[in-house]
Protein backbone atom coordinates (compact mmCIF):
# COMPACT_ATOMS: atom_id res chain seq x y z
CA UNK A 1 0.00 0.00 0.00
CA UNK A 2 1.17 4.01 -0.84
CA UNK A 3 2.39 5.92 2.36
CA UNK A 4 3.30 9.73 2.70
CA UNK A 5 5.88 10.69 4.91
CA UNK A 6 6.06 14.43 6.10
CA UNK A 7 8.97 15.97 8.45
CA UNK A 8 9.34 17.36 10.47
CA UNK A 9 6.07 17.25 12.35
CA UNK A 10 6.54 20.71 13.70
CA UNK A 11 9.21 23.14 13.39
CA UNK A 12 9.68 26.91 14.92
CA UNK A 13 12.43 29.06 13.06
CA UNK A 14 13.12 32.79 13.89
CA UNK A 15 12.76 35.03 10.89
CA UNK A 16 15.26 34.71 7.93
CA UNK A 17 16.44 31.14 8.75
CA UNK A 18 16.64 28.81 5.92
CA UNK A 19 13.90 26.29 5.90
CA UNK A 20 13.94 22.48 4.64
CA UNK A 21 10.54 20.59 4.29
CA UNK A 22 10.90 16.99 2.91
CA UNK A 23 8.03 14.63 1.80
CA UNK A 24 8.30 11.18 0.26
CA UNK A 25 6.05 9.20 -1.38
CA UNK A 26 5.82 4.74 -0.85
CA UNK A 27 4.61 2.47 -2.59
CA UNK A 28 3.93 4.10 -5.97
CA UNK A 29 5.99 5.25 -8.70
CA UNK A 30 6.10 8.60 -10.79
CA UNK A 31 3.38 10.30 -8.77
CA UNK A 32 2.70 13.77 -9.18
CA UNK A 33 3.21 15.73 -6.28
CA UNK A 34 2.13 18.85 -4.51
CA UNK A 35 2.76 21.08 -2.02
CA UNK A 36 0.38 23.17 -0.18
CA UNK A 37 -0.04 25.61 2.74
CA UNK A 38 -2.98 26.36 5.10
CA UNK A 39 -3.42 29.52 7.02
CA UNK A 40 -5.41 28.55 10.32
CA UNK A 41 -8.69 28.39 9.74
CA UNK A 42 -8.53 28.67 6.01
CA UNK A 43 -8.13 26.52 3.21
CA UNK A 44 -5.31 25.11 1.03
CA UNK A 45 -3.53 27.12 -1.16
CA UNK A 46 -1.37 25.22 -3.66
CA UNK A 47 2.20 26.21 -3.82
CA UNK A 48 4.30 24.41 -6.39
CA UNK A 49 2.93 20.61 -8.11
CA UNK A 50 5.50 18.25 -9.72
CA UNK A 51 4.43 16.14 -12.76
CA UNK A 52 8.62 14.28 -12.62
CA UNK A 53 12.10 14.39 -11.57
CA UNK A 54 13.11 18.18 -11.80
CA UNK A 55 9.91 19.37 -13.16
CA UNK A 56 8.24 21.96 -11.03
CA UNK A 57 5.56 24.31 -11.38
CA UNK A 58 4.94 27.26 -9.13
CA UNK A 59 1.25 28.28 -8.39
CA UNK A 60 1.76 31.62 -6.20
CA UNK A 61 5.36 33.66 -6.55
CA UNK A 62 7.07 34.03 -3.21
CA UNK A 63 10.17 33.37 -1.36
CA UNK A 64 9.36 29.79 -1.17
CA UNK A 65 11.10 27.16 -4.00
CA UNK A 66 10.68 23.40 -4.35
CA UNK A 67 13.18 20.44 -5.73
CA UNK A 68 12.28 16.82 -6.41
CA UNK A 69 15.71 15.18 -6.56
CA UNK A 70 14.34 11.25 -6.61
CA UNK A 71 10.74 10.57 -8.26
CA UNK A 72 9.04 10.02 -4.76
CA UNK A 73 11.14 12.29 -2.61
CA UNK A 74 9.53 16.54 -2.70
CA UNK A 75 11.36 19.40 -0.72
CA UNK A 76 10.11 22.86 -0.05
CA UNK A 77 12.67 24.98 0.73
CA UNK A 78 13.69 28.73 1.77
CA UNK A 79 16.59 31.09 1.90
CA UNK A 80 15.47 33.31 4.63
CA UNK A 81 11.58 32.92 5.96
CA UNK A 82 9.41 35.51 6.67
CA UNK A 83 6.58 35.87 9.67
CA UNK A 84 3.88 35.31 6.85
CA UNK A 85 5.31 31.91 5.57
CA UNK A 86 3.68 30.70 8.89
CA UNK A 87 1.12 27.67 8.52
CA UNK A 88 0.47 24.39 8.13
CA UNK A 89 2.14 22.86 5.19
CA UNK A 90 0.93 19.60 3.50
CA UNK A 91 2.15 17.43 0.95
CA UNK A 92 0.27 15.25 -1.73
CA UNK A 93 0.51 12.94 -4.16
CA UNK A 94 -2.08 11.40 -6.97
CA UNK A 95 -1.78 8.89 -9.92
CA UNK A 96 0.38 10.07 -12.69
CA UNK A 97 -1.88 11.96 -15.46
CA UNK A 98 -4.30 11.89 -12.54
CA UNK A 99 -3.87 15.15 -11.77
CA UNK A 100 -7.58 15.78 -11.61
CA UNK A 101 -8.52 12.64 -9.58
CA UNK A 102 -7.97 11.73 -5.64
CA UNK A 103 -5.31 13.06 -4.05
CA UNK A 104 -3.32 11.90 -0.89
CA UNK A 105 -2.27 14.13 1.70
CA UNK A 106 0.78 13.53 4.24
CA UNK A 107 0.14 14.81 7.71
CA UNK A 108 1.74 17.76 7.70
CA UNK A 109 3.91 20.22 9.04
CA UNK A 110 3.20 22.74 11.28
CA UNK A 111 5.78 26.04 10.82
CA UNK A 112 6.04 28.88 13.31
CA UNK A 113 8.25 31.87 12.47
CA UNK A 114 9.07 34.26 15.09
CA UNK B 1 -8.10 32.55 -6.33
CA UNK B 2 -9.80 30.15 -4.67
CA UNK B 3 -12.63 28.24 -6.82
CA UNK B 4 -14.81 26.72 -4.33
CA UNK B 5 -16.94 28.21 -1.72
CA UNK B 6 -18.44 25.79 0.67
CA UNK B 7 -21.66 26.93 3.14
CA UNK B 8 -21.95 27.47 5.85
CA UNK B 9 -18.52 28.35 7.07
CA UNK B 10 -19.40 26.95 10.48
CA UNK B 11 -22.26 23.95 11.43
CA UNK B 12 -23.20 22.71 14.93
CA UNK B 13 -25.50 19.48 15.29
CA UNK B 14 -26.23 17.19 18.19
CA UNK B 15 -25.43 13.63 17.27
CA UNK B 16 -28.24 11.45 15.02
CA UNK B 17 -28.66 14.74 13.12
CA UNK B 18 -28.57 15.11 9.33
CA UNK B 19 -25.50 17.59 8.39
CA UNK B 20 -25.26 19.49 4.90
CA UNK B 21 -22.62 21.36 3.52
CA UNK B 22 -22.78 23.20 0.41
CA UNK B 23 -20.14 24.26 -2.25
CA UNK B 24 -20.57 26.41 -4.89
CA UNK B 25 -17.38 27.36 -7.87
CA UNK B 26 -17.27 29.56 -11.04
CA UNK B 27 -15.97 27.75 -14.06
CA UNK B 28 -16.02 24.26 -15.99
CA UNK B 29 -14.96 21.11 -14.19
CA UNK B 30 -13.70 17.70 -14.70
CA UNK B 31 -14.88 16.53 -11.18
CA UNK B 32 -16.15 17.74 -7.84
CA UNK B 33 -13.99 16.05 -4.67
CA UNK B 34 -14.52 16.08 -0.87
CA UNK B 35 -12.20 15.91 1.85
CA UNK B 36 -12.37 15.53 5.47
CA UNK B 37 -9.47 17.18 7.46
CA UNK B 38 -9.27 16.28 11.31
CA UNK B 39 -8.25 19.27 13.68
CA UNK B 40 -4.00 19.23 12.98
CA UNK B 41 -4.12 16.15 10.36
CA UNK B 42 -3.88 15.99 6.46
CA UNK B 43 -6.49 15.81 4.40
CA UNK B 44 -8.58 12.55 3.98
CA UNK B 45 -10.66 12.03 0.37
CA UNK B 46 -14.36 10.96 1.00
CA UNK B 47 -15.83 11.21 -2.55
CA UNK B 48 -15.34 12.31 -6.22
CA UNK B 49 -18.24 13.33 -8.52
CA UNK B 50 -17.32 13.12 -12.05
CA UNK B 51 -18.81 15.91 -13.87
CA UNK B 52 -21.57 13.66 -15.88
CA UNK B 53 -22.75 12.57 -12.30
CA UNK B 54 -25.74 13.74 -10.47
CA UNK B 55 -25.67 12.09 -7.17
CA UNK B 56 -23.18 9.85 -5.59
CA UNK B 57 -23.49 7.40 -2.16
CA UNK B 58 -20.99 6.76 -0.26
CA UNK B 59 -22.14 4.88 2.93
CA UNK B 60 -23.47 7.54 5.26
CA UNK B 61 -22.36 10.29 2.83
CA UNK B 62 -24.59 11.35 -0.20
CA UNK B 63 -23.20 14.22 -2.99
CA UNK B 64 -24.98 15.63 -5.23
CA UNK B 65 -23.61 17.98 -8.41
CA UNK B 66 -25.46 20.30 -10.20
CA UNK B 67 -23.37 21.67 -13.21
CA UNK B 68 -25.69 23.96 -14.19
CA UNK B 69 -25.62 25.61 -11.13
CA UNK B 70 -22.10 25.43 -10.59
CA UNK B 71 -22.94 23.78 -7.43
CA UNK B 72 -22.46 20.57 -5.07
CA UNK B 73 -23.73 19.31 -1.95
CA UNK B 74 -22.33 16.85 0.85
CA UNK B 75 -24.99 15.01 3.42
CA UNK B 76 -23.88 13.28 6.08
CA UNK B 77 -26.98 11.39 7.57
CA UNK B 78 -26.87 10.07 11.19
CA UNK B 79 -24.00 12.41 12.26
CA UNK B 80 -21.47 10.39 15.02
CA UNK B 81 -19.18 12.71 17.66
CA UNK B 82 -16.37 11.32 15.44
CA UNK B 83 -17.62 13.37 12.54
CA UNK B 84 -16.49 16.56 14.00
CA UNK B 85 -14.03 17.57 11.43
CA UNK B 86 -13.50 20.66 8.75
CA UNK B 87 -15.29 19.43 5.21
CA UNK B 88 -13.70 20.97 1.98
CA UNK B 89 -15.27 20.75 -1.61
CA UNK B 90 -12.24 20.98 -4.32
CA UNK B 91 -12.78 21.20 -7.70
CA UNK B 92 -10.29 19.78 -10.68
CA UNK B 93 -9.38 21.44 -13.45
CA UNK B 94 -5.70 20.87 -15.49
CA UNK B 95 -3.40 18.97 -13.64
CA UNK B 96 -4.87 20.15 -10.08
CA UNK B 97 -6.94 20.58 -7.53
CA UNK B 98 -8.63 24.38 -5.87
CA UNK B 99 -9.85 23.57 -2.49
CA UNK B 100 -12.25 26.17 -0.86
CA UNK B 101 -12.48 27.58 2.30
CA UNK B 102 -14.11 24.64 4.35
CA UNK B 103 -17.19 23.52 6.31
CA UNK B 104 -16.41 23.27 10.07
CA UNK B 105 -18.61 20.32 11.61
CA UNK B 106 -19.08 20.61 15.25
CA UNK B 107 -21.56 17.22 16.35
CA UNK B 108 -22.31 17.12 20.12
CA UNK B 109 -22.86 13.97 22.02
Redesign the interface.
Known amino acids: SQTIHQWPATLVQPVGSPLSLECTVEGTSNPNLYWYRQAAGRGLQLLFYSVGIGQISSEVPQNLSASRPQDRQFILSSKKLLLSDSGFYLCAWSVQGGGTDTQYFGPGTRLTVL | S?QGEEDPQALSIQEGENATMNCSYKTSI??L?W?RQNS??????LI?IRSNEREKHSGRLRVTLDTSKKSSSLLITASRAADTASY?C?T???????????T?LLVSP
Open positions: QNNQYGRGLVHLFAAGFQKLVFGTGR
